[in-house]
């Protein structure tokens, strides 16, 4: 059994490091979606998000469209991988926590 506890525990502590960097990188990345508004019959990138309870937008320039939606998408893997990784610390903690 001794094995399995401090197996479980170096896993513990690699699902805790890969949290904190996928918090890191998150924090770095722009939160939200691009939408396209129509003003005088042309289609603009925004990119909408929210701030404090408001939807705010805010102007993306074509040139760095490419960048903000390939940032955007980086963004929401991230945060599907560290919802994963939330899952695996909660079974991994209570199997620890019941096997002292």
């Known amino acids: ?4 506890h401090d ?3 170096e896993e513990l502590e690699r699902l805790l490091e890969k949290q904190a960097a996928y ?3 998150i ?3 722009p939160k939200g979606r691009i939408h396209h508004k129509l003003i005088g019959g042309k289609k ?3 990119l909408n998000y ?4 408001k939807v705010r937008s805010r102007y993306v320039k074509s040139e760095e469209l490419e960048q903000v939606m390939a940032q955007v998408a980086e963004r929401r893997q991230c945060e599907q991988a560290l919802k994963s990784i939330r899952a ?3 079974v991994i903690r209570k199997v620890v ?4």
């Open 1 to 4: 059994m001794p094995v399995i």
């Open 97 to 100: 926590k019941d096997g002292k």
């Open 7 to 9: 197996a479980l525990r």
């Open 23 to 25: 918090i890191q990188r």
């Open 88 to 90: 695996d610390l909660r």
């Open 44 to 46: 603009y990138p925004y």
């Open 50 to 53: 929210r701030e404090g309870g």
């Open 27 to 29: 924090s770095l990345l």
